[in-house]
């Protein structure tokens, strides 16, 4: 079993920036990537970045590239997304999730396990 627990979501300013933790437990040896996916309402979720454990290779989402990094602190299993450059349209509910599947990227179905989600909230 692996439990995954999301922190750092809040309200921010346009153009303000947030950091993200998502913190493993349990079985977190076995996980190969870990990803930040987002939902805002009357959306899908949508797959947001990733980062595989073995490498550290990343993905982005084009609407991210360039405002967003992801991170990981092996010792801690916890992976981190930097925000900057907020904009509304950044407004959801953020999850970390985890795979054991090494080339897992953007994809939900690739991941089994999530977080509760955390709530970020770019408004003035």
């Known amino acids: 079993q692996v439990q995954l627990v999301e922190l750092g979501g809040g309200l921010v300013q346009p153009g303000g920036s947030l950091t993200l933790s998502c913190t493993a437990s349990?079985?977190?040896?076995?996980?190969?990537?870990f990803g930040w996916f987002r939902q805002a309402p009357g959306k899908e979720r949508e797959g947001v970045s990733s980062?595989?454990?073995?490498?550290?290779?990343?993905n982005y989402a084009d609407s991210v590239k360039g405002r967003f990094t992801i991170s990981r602190d092996d010792a801690k299993n916890t992976v981190y997304l930097q925000m900057n450059s907020l904009s509304p349209e950044d407004t959801a509910l953020y999850y970390c999730?985890?795979?054991?599947?090494?080339?897992?990227?953007?994809?939900?179905?690739?991941?089994?396990?999530w977080g509760q989600g955390t709530q970020v909230t770019v408004s003035s």
């Open positions: 999730a985890a795979s054991h599947f090494t080339f897992a990227r953007l994809a939900s179905t690739s991941y089994a396990w």
């Open positions: 349990g079985f977190a040896s076995n996980l190969n990537v």
């Open positions: 980062i595989r454990k073995l490498d550290g290779s990343t």
